[in-house]
């Protein structure tokens, strides 16, 4: 079975605090995608990446960096937490072979608050 | 842009009953379609993945089927228990690889 894994459940951050989420997958995907999710607003793409120090702005990057220094790990930071970002963290991640895009899939999500 | 509509966006029925839950996108060039479980607080379980060329998939009590051209999924649920309920999610993959997801469907099934 995939198993995506993300570094903590919850974490409690104070506002201007630089702040790393870390994922981890282990079925050697290429893609791997961070989103957010709120309350009315749905998930929405932040950052994905197709490969190894590669990475593409999602819908909403603002205020977010990420990196990919090997495969099977793909990291979100925020460089100075607001309060607006308090929300829910999801990290996914997929295969490619042959041009076909496979599901995606998730990790449990941090529940991320910024005071 | 592809947007995902889920109808109805909340569902409470009793126990026993078949149900089914309807996602429709807006543009037709998918490469597949995925649907997702996701527990409060929880991250997402996915289902069932039907891909462009497929018109339906099964799994146990789920039955998800796919009309391309007309923009539209549902999602069939036999004989619902407890343990059903939660928000469903239904997404669709363009050729970038990104997921676009709709707002989801809370289903709430009644001892």
């Known amino acids: 079975d995939v198993k995506v894994t993300q570094s903590s459940r919850y974490l409690v951050k104070r506002t201007g605090e630089k702040v790393f989420l870390e994922c981890v997958q282990d079925?050697?995907?290429?893609?791997m995608f961070w989103y957010r999710q709120d309350p009315g607003l749905g998930l929405r793409l932040i950052y994905f990446?197709?490969?190894?120090?590669?990475?593409e702005k999602g819908d909403i990057p603002e205020g977010y960096s990420v990196s990919r220094e090997k495969k099977e790990r793909f990291s979100l930071i925020l460089e100075s937490a607001s309060t607006n970002q308090t929300s829910m963290y999801l990290c996914?991640?997929?295969?490619?072979?042959?041009?076909?895009?496979?599901?995606?899939?998730f990790g449990p999500g941090t529940r991320l608050t910024v005071t | 842009k592809q947007e995902v509509t889920q109808i109805p966006a909340a569902l409470s029925v009793p126990e026993g009953e078949n149900l089914v839950l309807n996602c429709s996108f807006t543009?037709?060039?998918?490469?597949?379609l995925q649907w997702f479980r996701q527990d409060p607080g929880k991250g997402l379980t996915s289902l069932l993945l039907?891909?462009?060329?497929?018109r339906e998939q099964t799994s146990g009590r789920l039955n998800a089927s796919l009309d391309k051209s007309s923009g539209r999924s549902t999602l069939y649920i036999a004989a619902s228990q407890p343990g059903d309920s939660a928000t469903y999610l239904c997404?669709?993959?363009?050729?970038?690889?990104?997921?676009?997801f709709g707002q989801g469907t809370t289903l709430q099934v009644k001892p």
């Open positions: 543009d037709s060039a998918i490469y597949n």
């Open positions: 039907i891909q462009s060329s497929q």
């Open positions: 079925m050697d995907h290429e893609n």
């Open positions: 996914a991640s997929s295969l490619v072979t042959s041009g076909s895009i496979h599901e995606q899939y």
């Open positions: 997404a669709v993959t363009g050729n970038t690889g990104k997921l676009i």
């Open positions: 990446s197709y490969d190894v120090k590669m990475k």
